[in-house]
């Protein structure tokens, strides 16, 4: 079962950016199950499976990304109770290489009948300022040898089929600094305020859903000092394209503004870039559905940011499957459901077993 697997890879750190000991763990695992795995430049896992027969079809690339949301230094722990197992990062997106990882295992006992190539990756980069840089790298390199592409992250019962576009900076507002009292400088403080309070004053559509968010604000460096420098990150998101480009246009003249009216320089840094819009996954959503109903799963179709949004620009089929049932991600104290291991497996080995049967590619 999946929950052999879970333990080691929650317990294994795998901070965006710092994934490696992580992906050390799943080559190893994949390999002792008798596959070739690569590591490729940007440090995703990769696993071709290309039986007799099916060279030169379109694969399906299954993907289940590294990385968590938590520092180095966070304890992993992960801890069992009535049927439930808690910690850091237990299920995005630990929980989904267990059941991947699972899936390799149970395809060498046979029982599916591979009519194209099934690749296999386990990439770097979904979380935070990762900024898809794994599932981009990969499906910008092969998209020649692709036929659709199934991100797998996400509780059981959930189909992702839109992506939710996603633009992000890193404002840093500079200046001369100085005394409290002895100067008269401009504060970086001054325009980082003003800034925040601009923002949060921009018109936002109800439709399509449209999202601004300032996560991260610091600056300055005692209470008796003018601060010379201050900095946040900016979170821009909507399901419409065009609207988002026409938001981000605003928040960033509204920084260049604050900048400007308090009298101190602006630096701007673009740190996220997720591309938006329909997955393409019409063909591939009967499939889910099928797969779902043979579970006893209810489906329920929704709209997220995920590594599927890296296959919109290439026009690449996509879907995004959840595998597991649990709460309070990106939280430390997150937990899993034992008990829905075993469904959301089986879900996912008739999911690729319906690919390999229908004319999807």
Do not use: C
Request: charged share 20%; glycine share 12%; proline share 5%.
């Amino acid at each position: 079962m999946p929950l052999s697997y879970l333990t080691r890879i929650a317990q294994t750190p795998a901070p965006t950016f710092h994934e490696g000991a992580r992906a050390d763990l799943i080559s190893e695992l994949w390999t002792g199950l008798g596959y070739v795995t690569e590591r490729d430049e940007v440090g995703n896992v990769l696993t071709r499976i290309t039986p007799p027969g099916t060279e030169g079809r379109p694969a399906l690339l299954l993907a289940a990304h590294l990385d968590t949301v938590f520092d180095a230094g966070t304890d992993v722990t992960v801890r069992e109770d009535a049927g439930r197992l808690t910690g850091p990062g237990v299920g995005d997106n630990s929980a989904s290489l267990a059941v991947v990882t699972a899936l390799l295992r149970d395809l060498r006992g046979g029982g599916t009948t591979l009519r194209r190539p099934l690749w296999v990756a386990a990439n770097v980069g979904e979380e935070g300022l990762g900024d898809l840089r794994g599932a981009k790298h990969l499906i910008a390199r092969h998209r020649p040898h692709l036929g659709a592409f199934i991100a797998v992250d996400g509780y059981l019962g959930i189909a992702v089929t839109r992506g939710v576009g996603v633009r992000r900076y890193r404002a840093e507002f500079v200046g001369p600094g100085g005394h409290s009292w002895g100067d008269q400088a401009p504060s970086t403080l001054h325009a980082l305020g003003r800034a925040i309070s601009a923002l949060y004053a921009l018109h936002l559509p109800a439709t399509p859903r449209t999202t601004l968010n300032v996560g991260v604000a610091s600056g300055g460096t005692s209470v008796n000092s003018i601060a010379g420098s201050a900095q946040l990150l900016l979170d821009l998101r909507s399901l419409d394209a065009g609207v988002l480009a026409e938001l981000d246009a605003r928040a960033v003249a509204v920084l260049h503004a604050a900048a400007r009216e308090v009298g101190v320089k602006l630096r701007l840094e673009r740190v996220g870039d997720r591309p938006g819009g329909d997955l393409q996954s019409g063909a591939l959503l009967p499939l889910v559905r099928e797969a779902a109903r043979e579970v006893r799963v209810d489906l329920r179709l929704a709209s997220s940011s995920t590594d599927a949004n890296a296959a919109v620009p290439h026009g690449l089929p996509a879907v995004a499957v959840g595998v597991y049932r649990g709460g309070n991600a990106h939280r430390t104290d997150e937990w899993v459901q034992a008990a829905s291991f075993a469904p959301g497996l089986k879900f996912l080995r008739r999911l690729v077993d319906l690919y390999q049967r229908s004319p999807v590619a």
